[in-house]
């Protein structure tokens, strides 16, 4: 007899999304996570009384009628969320060299925002928006066999890009090199050089955002909260730092998992969020792999990784020009090079980073400043510059917790490094910080479980995406996947995975999953919003609870 009808391993939005769906549809299910807290990339911590979210910066998709509106809606637990909206006149800054273009919210209004600062592009940037909207209206209709005619048109659309790259439908129609670095500005949502990514994927993440960005009020952790008080609603179960050794088979069939405690917990279903080199060649092993997939796995190529610099300061930094929108500093119009370096140990010779994002939490969510004690006051930030596992692989078997002394070092320095690239930016920003804490390759690595610490699964380049990369059945009875290396990465993308996920794991439709009735989302105004109003009161209490809790 089985403990349970589902297993999920791990917590992030594509396992939780799984759980919730599945339990709502009379499932029993089981949740296990390494960590001590869920989320996987959503989660939160707090390091001397300030609160990080390493994961997740901004949400698209989430007015009326959005795809992952929809998803939270459907799944009910929309009650249980809250987002501030960053600055609709800009909710990404893209800086190249001098130049600063800040995107705004409506696809029209970026447009027009794009022209006023390239009017000799004028015509391009038409061609461009037209040709990436029919690139997302392929995508969307290829699918829809209730209209073969919409779905013909679909693959014409996904035929003519499919081999393409993020820089071949800038460059089809934009020959200004400043342009072409402005408009493959938040190339760091997918970690990849415009020359390497899929137009489907580039496409996509620019798209994602035309309806403006959200910041989830609180923290990250308050999406995974949600999740999981909805998976104890529908009588699901969640167990933190329960680490799987090993997935139980018979045959080819899935019966279950094996904790590291020597555990064993039987299912018929288990649905693994981990990235497939840890499902496939630790949790399976390679020996029980057909051929075929050992060939795509040891084939696999994974996204970049990055240096993490989370850090509190006592500056004015609204004073200082930053306001709720994202900052992408590039300190030349080669934006492709930036990244392409991303990807290697460049970063480790450079003086400054070349290309930096930051985001200023305590802006995006104005009830972060409410903390109390000797934070209070302060500014809560999180930047990032792309670096690959290599720069780190000599420090990969040492422990967590006990690293040499000169990796530490290396630590420091970098994060010195980063400030005095951001204090290029904003001067004096250095003599302002009060508290700092750098993640590198290897933190990915021990709290996320991600294979070379990447952080968007598998890279999204024309060979690894849609079926070319891994759907959500794979080769075993009974073993599904979720997560970013399945249907896309961010919240979106991989929430999307985990009702894939369970679509086939009840061999269902979308509409069966998510039903009607669901609502009570919160969306507030992060420029808005004012230390007296009663907005602000309800928010600096529900960012008082704990990201722990479950």
């Known amino acids: 007899m089985t403990d349970y009808d589902v297993i999920i391993i791990g917590s992030g939005a594509g396992g939780l999304a799984a759980a919730v769906a599945l339990a709502r549809a009379g499932k029993r299910v089981l949740v296990l996570e390494q960590h001590d807290r869920p989320g996987g990339w959503t989660h939160s911590f707090t390091l001397n009384g300030y609160r990080f979210s390493p994961g997740v910066h901004y949400i698209g998709d989430l007015q009326e009628g959005g ?21 609709p006149d800009g909710y990404d800054h893209i800086v190249v ?42 995508l969307r209709n290829i699918g829809r066999m209730d209209r073969p005619l919409e ?58 955002y035309f309806e403006g960005g959200y910041y989830p009020m609180g923290g990250a952790f308050t999406i995974p909260r949600a999740f999981v008080r909805g998976l104890k609603r529908s009588g699901g179960a969640i167990r933190l730092k329960s680490r799987v050794k090993r997935i139980m088979m018979e045959g080819r069939k899935v ?38 997939l050992k060939r795509k796995l040891d084939g696999v190529t994974y996204s970049t990784s990055c240096l993490s610099l989370f850090f509190a300061t006592d500056m004015d930094l609204r004073g200082a020009g930053l306001d709720s929108g994202n900052m992408w500093y590039y300190d030349h119009a080669d934006v492709d090079k930036i990244y392409t370096d991303g990807l290697t140990d460049a970063l480790l010779r450079e003086e400054t980073p070349p290309g930096m994002f930051l985001t200023v939490t305590t802006l995006k969510d104005p009830s972060k400043m409410h903390a109390t004690g000797a934070t209070a006051g302060h500014h809560t930030c999180e930047s990032f510059a792309f670096v690959g596992y290599e720069a780190f692989e000599k420090w990969a078997n040492t422990k967590y917790g006990a690293r040499p002394a000169d990796y530490e070092a290396m630590k420091e320095d970098l994060a010195w490094r980063m400030v005095r690239g951001l204090e290029k930016r904003i001067p004096g920003l250095s003599r302002h910080i009060v508290f700092w804490s750098l ?28 079926p070319l990369g891994f759907t959500s059945k794979t080769e075993f009875e009974g073993l599904f996947l979720c997560g970013q290396s399945t249907t896309s990465h961010g919240v979106a993308g991989v929430t999307a995975s985990g009702v894939d996920a369970a679509k086939a794991v009840l061999e ?35 960012a008082e609870e704990e990201e722990t809790e479950i």
């Not at 795809?67 to 600055?87: H, K, M, P, T, W």
């Not at 020597?262 to 051929?291: M, W, Y």
């Not at 069966?512 to 969306?523: H, N, T, V």
Request: glycine letters at 14%; charged letters at 25%; aromatic letters at 6%.
């Open 255 to 292: 019966i279950g998992v094996e904790l590291e405690s020597g555990e064993e917990i039987r299912a018929g279903v288990v649905i693994s969020n981990a990235d497939p080199e840890v499902t496939f060649g630790k949790l399976i092993g390679r020996e029980h792999l057909s051929a075929k």
């Open 508 to 542: 269902c439709r979308t509409r069966d999953l998510l039903r009607e009735g669901g609502g009570g989302m919160r969306l507030l105004s992060a420029d808005e919003v004012t230390d007296s109003s009663t907005d602000m009161k309800r928010m600096s209490g529900w």
């Open 67 to 87: 795809g992952l509106r929809r998803i939270y809606d459907g799944l009910d637990v929309s009650q249980d969320l809250a987002f501030v909206e960053l600055n």
């Open 439 to 466: 993640g590198t390759p290897l933190s990915n690595e021990h709290y996320l479980n991600a294979t070379r610490g990447n952080l968007y699964g598998i890279e999204k380049s024309p060979s690894q995406v849609g």
């Open 151 to 208: 779905a013909a048109k679909g693959a014409g659309n996904i035929l003519k890009w499919m081999r393409a790259t993020g820089a071949d439908l800038i460059n089809a129609h934009i020959n200004d090199p400043v342009l072409r670095g402005v408009l493959a500005g938040q190339s760091g949502d997918h970690g990849l050089p415009p020359s390497k990514v899929s137009a489907f994927m580039h496409a996509g993440i620019t798209s994602h």
């Open 97 to 138: 060299g001098d130049k600063q273009v800040d995107f705004p919210k409506g696809r029209e209004n970026l447009i027009e925002r794009l022209k006023g600062h390239f009017p000799h592009e004028a015509q391009g940037i038409d061609g461009y928006f037209a040709d990436m909207e029919a690139v997302i209206r392929g």
